[in-house]
């Protein structure tokens, strides 16, 4: 069964400073998503990750798979308030015809001005 | 941009009735999900829908749950006899094959009482 973990599950971090968000699964699977979500919104797509190696950014944000390693992380940079919010990564297994996303725990970002 | 609508956006139950969540995909998606996402914890995947059957299903999606896309439009959720642990939010996705980003809708949030 594929398991994902995050950690750490929240974060409070001050303006201005660098974090790192991980998440780790269990099985390999074919691809990655991060998702940004505000409290009572929907799923926001961030990134979505293919391959060892990959990397991704946007603005602040920045995305990076390893595949061997089963490893993803979400890093970001000179944090502002705006990026408040709770981040899950989710992986996809394309089993039964279908490509259905297993989320992590998901990580409650606070920052702080 | 073309997207994923839910009805209702609030749904206020008495435990025991059946309540029907509706979702209306973007035209060209053909593979249908559902999530759930209890208040504060992860997105959990319930149900896959592809040409008109189940694909895969949780062991959260037991015999109270079923769904079905009736006109080759709307996909719809039912829930038989809510209980108080039915209160969640539920999302709908859908995408146009296997192997792409699912898009989701902007929830419903259900609350038994």
């Known amino acids: 069964e594929l398991k994902v973990e995050q950690n750490p599950l929240f974060l409070s971090m001050q303006e201005g400073k660098n974090y790192t968000i991980y998440c780790n699964y269990s099985?390999?699977?074919?691809?990655l998503y991060w998702y940004r979500q505000d409290p009572g919104k929907s799923l926001e797509s961030l990134f979505v990750l293919l391959s060892n190696g990959a990397v991704k950014q946007e603005g602040r944000l920045m995305a990076s798979l390893d595949t061997k390693a089963r490893l993803s992380t979400l890093h970001i940079t000179a944090a502002v308030h705006d990026l408040s919010a709770t981040y899950f990564c989710a992986v996809t297994q394309s089993n039964f015809g279908n490509e259905k996303l297993t989320f992590g725990t998901g990580t409650r970002l606070t920052i702080i001005p | 941009e073309p997207e994923v609508t839910q009805t209702p956006s609030h749904q206020v139950t008495q435990m025991g009735q059946e309540v029907i969540l509706r979702c209306v995909p973007i035209?060209?998606?053909?593979?249908f999900y559902w999530y759930r996402q209890i208040l504060g914890q992860k997105v959990e995947f319930l149900v896959s829908?592809?040409?008109?059957?189940?694909?895969?299903k949780s062991e959260i999606f037991d015999d109270q749950f079923s769904v079905e896309r009736p006109d080759g439009s709307n996909f719809t959720l039912k829930i038989r006899s809510t209980k108080l642990e039915d209160s969640a939010m539920y999302f709908c996705?859908?995408?146009?094959?296997?192997?792409?980003?699912?898009?989701f809708g902007q929830g419903t949030r259900l609350t038994v009482v």
């Open positions: 996705a859908g995408s146009t094959d296997m192997n792409t980003e699912a898009f």
């Open positions: 829908f592809y040409n008109n059957e189940i694909s895969e």
């Open positions: 099985t390999t699977s074919d691809r």
């Open positions: 035209s060209n998606h053909l593979y």
